[in-house]
């Protein structure tokens, strides 16, 4: 049975991207992928193996489920690192596979600790301080307790890293703010050295302070939306464009490309409502094409009116309401067109592209989002 739509995920576009990071940050940074969110829609299954053929061995996921699909799906004995959810229950099989997490409350790091004392296995952890974010991070002013139990606790502990993240690195606008930041992070990793403490890696670089602010980028960066192809945001990109080189203006690649095919055609008279409602009505005699993808396939409603897709190599526009489950669009000035064509929601077709940021640019939806409501039961194709 065919699914209405397929993504392909292009393998020589990841390696790509990992070959900028990695000239980005050196030969001496761990680059982690971060694959939470279903690894930013691709899939955890699919880019785990592409990741790992691509010289990663770190991952980061953002749960506990998230962190034993990548477990399942590594190959090359990977690290792997949680850094939010987990309930106190999965402490147990995350410290006997090996699998690191944050710590950012006292009662995450006593249940870590006393789960560590009964299996006689250390448990990896790395601290989170906050510095500014307002999410979670152990405080400033609780360094002297924090500073207790990981000591107390050494043989209990592997102290993998001191973390924290940046409340937007990927806009000038909180320039201040992340300045700010990094001068707490460094305040706590100072204060933490002095009284005797030493993790194995200091990290906090996102994508966006990879780039912007490159002193964040220390033993580890944690990449997500880069390794996909996309700039954190279109300023991120403007900042950098000067420093990349003449021959490689574009060294991003996005992965995806999102395809369907044309259900049915219809002929549509002047004056006639397209669809439900009267959202549009035909200026004039007008053909449209079906295509069976609408929002609960990821498309957003609001693309009502809004979206573009290709079909024979041309952009064309979605006309009338994104429904459940099809759009419609506006094929008049299109010759040949028949059922069964391919239609490009995300991609190239001939000498045309629907681009990822042109949804943010309609519709405000940002790279991630999209990306990240792209359904599980969408098939996925790697391709070379
Ligand atoms: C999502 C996330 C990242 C990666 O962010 P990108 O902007 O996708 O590179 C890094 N660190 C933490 C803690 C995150 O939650």
Redesign the pocket.
């Known amino acids: 049975m065919n699914h209405t739509s397929y993504i392909e995920i292009s393998k020589s576009a990841y390696k790509k991207n990992i070959q900028f990071l990695r000239s980005e940050v050196g030969e001496n940074t761990i680059i982690s992928a971060?694959v939470?969110g279903n690894a930013?829609g691709h899939g955890i299954e699919n880019i785990v193996p592409i990741a790992e053929g691509g010289g990663i061995r770190h991952f980061?996921a953002?749960s506990a489920d998230e962190a034993l699909r990548v477990y399942n799906a590594s190959k090359k004995k990977s690290e792997i690192m949680v850094?939010?959810m987990l309930q106190n229950a999965d402490l147990e099989e995350l410290i006997n596979k090996g699998i690191s997490f944050f710590v950012f409350e006292f009662d995450r790091l006593e249940e870590a600790v006393s789960t560590a004392k009964r299996l006689q296995v250390k448990a990896k952890i790395h601290v989170e301080v906050e510095t500014g974010f307002h999410r979670t991070g152990f405080e400033w002013e609780d360094r002297e307790k924090l500073f207790k139990v990981l000591h107390a606790n050494q043989e209990h502990l592997t102290l993998s890293g001191l973390?924290t993240?940046y409340a937007g690195a990927?806009s000038v606008s909180n320039y201040v703010r992340v300045r700010g930041q990094i001068k707490k992070y460094l305040a706590y990793k100072d204060w933490l050295i002095e009284k005797g403490l030493t993790f194995e890696k200091f990290h906090t670089a996102?994508?966006?302070a990879t780039f912007s602010y490159p002193e964040t980028i220390m033993d580890m960066v944690?990449?997500?939306?880069?390794s996909y192809g996309f700039w954190?945001t279109q300023e991120t990109y403007m900042y950098k464009f000067k420093t990349l080189p003449e021959n490689n203006k574009n060294p991003l690649r996005r992965l995806i490309n999102w395809k369907s095919s044309v259900m049915s055609l219809k002929e549509v008279k002047m004056g006639e409502f397209i669809g439900y409602g009267s959202s549009y009505m035909a200026p004039r005699d007008m053909r449209i094409a079906l295509i069976p993808i609408g929002y609960s396939h990821g498309f957003s409603r609001l693309l009502s009116n809004q979206g573009k897709v290709l079909i024979s190599g041309k952009i064309v526009s979605v006309v009338g309401t994104v429904t459940m489950n099809s759009i419609a669009v506006d094929i008049t000035d299109l010759n040949g067109v028949k059922k069964g064509d391919e239609v490009v929601l995300i991609g190239k077709q001939r000498k045309n592209e629907i681009t990822v940021a042109s949804f943010g640019e309609s519709i405000q939806q940002v790279n991630?989002e999209l990306l990240t409501r792209l359904p599980l039961d969408i098939p996925r194709k790697v391709i070379a």
Not at 222 to 226: F, K, L, P, V
């Open positions: 971060v939470k930013y980061s953002f850094m939010g973390c993240h990927e996102c994508s966006a944690r990449i997500g939306i880069a954190p991630y």
